[in-house]
């Protein structure tokens, strides 16, 4: 049947036997000589493509560890970053207060002082006055008896005139 296909080619027993023969021979060299240095440098291929397949899924695997670790270290940043925050701006509102509470405390200490100075000098300008008020009622009291009125309207008329005379500071 083989050779009914093509009718412009007629076999020769004796030419397929020596290709028969020439192929079992070829194949007994390759194997002898060259099929083990093939498969084992084929192995070897092999064998270093699964280990770069394996070394690449370790290197994946440790991108993907250091990618959450640097993501947890940032969250971690952040959290840090937000308790540094709240810290500065507690201390910087307990300042405040501070300042506000000693600002007050020395203002009413200012407020104190000051109505204290004004009740003294109130008190000495009272003591002024009263002293001053003294004298006067000295003064007149002294003209009145050193003069001697004989009526009650020439009494009146050197106390009006000596009221008008007074001068008070």
């Given at each position: 049947?083989?050779?009914e ?22 194949l007994f060299?390759l194997?002898?000589y060259?099929?083990?240095?093939i498969?084992?440098?084929v ?5 270093n493509?699964?280990n770069?397949i394996?070394?690449a ?15 947890a ?13 709240k810290?500065?701006?507690d ?6 207060t ?17 109505q204290?100075?004004i ?6 300008a009272?003591?002024?006055i009263k ?6 009622v ?16 020439e009494?009146?008329?050197f106390i009006?005139?000596l ?7």
């Amino acid at each position: 049947m083989f050779l009914e296909l093509n009718p412009l080619v007629k076999p020769d027993l004796g030419l397929v036997i020596w290709m028969t023969l020439t192929f079992f021979i070829v194949l007994f060299v390759l194997a002898k000589y060259a099929w083990k240095p093939i498969l084992k440098a084929v192995k070897t291929r092999e064998d270093n493509i699964e280990n770069a397949i394996s070394q690449a899924a370790k290197v994946q695997a440790e991108m993907a560890q250091l990618k959450n670790d640097n993501e947890a270290l940032l969250t971690k940043a952040r959290e840090e970053r937000a308790t540094m925050l709240k810290e500065a701006k507690d201390i910087k509102d307990k300042m405040i207060t501070d300042a506000k509470d000693l600002a007050k405390a020395e203002a009413n200490k200012i407020i104190v002082d000051a109505q204290a100075a004004i009740n003294y000098q109130k008190m000495a300008a009272l003591t002024d006055i009263k002293n001053q008020v003294g004298n006067l009622v000295i003064e007149v009291s002294e003209k009145v008896l050193r003069k001697e009125l004989s009526n009650k309207a020439e009494q009146e008329n050197f106390i009006k005139q000596l009221a008008g005379e007074v001068k008070l500071n």
